[in-house]
Each structure stands twice: as C-alpha cells, then as structure tokens.
C-alpha cells in the first residue's frame, strides 16, 4: 500500500480555499474584523466546535479521538483567553480587556488551564496514544495536501505572531490550521483511504 495519498479530496478545498485568502486578507481586510469576538474568531470557533464535534462522534480509536476532542478545547480555549475576551471588555474601549490580574480571582485562570493541558497529557501518555498513531502511520494513507495546508498554517500563524502586528493576516493563518485539522479529522474518521482497517471492535 502505497503511504502518502496525493488525492484532492472535497474536504481539501475547504483549508485550499482559505491558504488562498490569506494574501489579500493580509493586505485589504479590515483589522476590525479580526478584533477578539470579530468576525474571523468567530468562523474560527465555529471550526473548532465542528473540530470537537467530529471527535467525540468518531468511531475509530475512540481513545484517540477523545484525546484530540480534549487537544481542540486547549485550542477553544486559547481562542477566548481562558474567557476573558468573552466577559471582561474593558468599557468604552476596541479591543481592550481587563488583564486576569485586575478581575476577582483571575490569579486561578492560568493555573487551572495549566492543570487542564497536563490532564489532556496525562490521558495521551496513559492510554498510549502514540501506538494508536505508530497504527495508523502504518496502516492508513497520509493525505499530503491536508497535512501540508496545515504545516502552511501552523507557519504563518508563528510568523504573524511574532513578527507582524497584523491582525487579519495572524486570524486568518489561524483559521488555516484550523480548517486544515478538521478537514484531517474528517478524512481520518469518514474516508477509507484514511482509516483503512482501523475501526475499534
């Protein structure tokens, strides 16, 4: 069986479309719709809550899945701050909110977020996850073009966050790895190319 799987699947364009928006996105999009809770969050949420719905439904390596369900709410979070952006503005102020140590008890945000993400380690290393994955490394195709979107995502998310202060250009990288992780998710719990052999009895 041949690994790598060079086929354009119809869940590829989803992530196609949105590499080839990231340009002019870039250069002519309005910086407030990609404000915290604009409009490109928001589409990146939507993505996300697919993201979580599509694993914890998956009936392959239900482990796994469960795993990646509790990896997308790390993501959720981190959209949202934790939850700050969602309920703390700052009045009178675009795009400005109260920092965790100005709001009762935002001293426990970072420290239970920490606890959550070692929880969502702990769960991988307990069930031995990376055999689910040495499993499907060897039994499964490996679909280039959705694991090369989301490498192209993952880049230019890093590049605009450290080194740009453009808003739209960092959403809309984001909502690249994003769309990128879900078309993944699809083909690796609907396509047969992808999970050939690999249901849970």
């Excluded at 690994?3 to 196609?16: A, E, H, Q, R, V």
């Excluded at 990231?22 to 002519?28: G, Q």
């Excluded at 009762?104 to 920490?114: K, V």
Aim: charged share 15%; with cysteine.
């Amino acid at each position: 069986m041949k690994i790598f799987d060079f086929k354009m699947y119809g869940i590829t364009y989803l992530p196609l479309v949105v590499a080839f928006l990231v340009v002019p996105c870039m250069l002519y999009l309005p910086k407030e719709l990609a404000y915290e809770n604009g409009l490109l969050e928001n589409i990146q949420m939507l993505v996300l809550f697919f993201c979580f719905y599509m694993s914890v439904v998956s009936k392959n390596y239900k482990k796994l899945f469960t795993f990646v369900a509790l990896f997308i709410v790390i993501l959720m979070l981190r959209e949202v701050n934790c939850g700050r952006t969602l309920f703390f503005p700052i009045p009178g102020e675009v795009n400005m909110f109260y920092s965790w140590k100005d709001i009762p008890y935002g001293w426990l945000a970072h420290p239970l977020y920490g606890l959550y993400i070692a929880f969502v380690v702990l769960y991988f290393l307990k069930n031995k996850l990376f055999l689910d994955i040495w499993n499907i490394i060897k039994k499964s195709k490996i679909p280039v073009w959705n694991v090369l979107l989301l490498i192209l995502g993952l880049v230019l998310s890093l590049i605009a966050e450290k080194f740009t202060h453009n808003f739209p250009f960092e959403e809309i990288s984001e909502l690249l790895m994003y769309t990128s992780i879900v078309s993944l998710i699809w083909l690796y719990t609907k396509n047969d190319n992808c999970i050939e052999e690999n249901t849970e009895k």
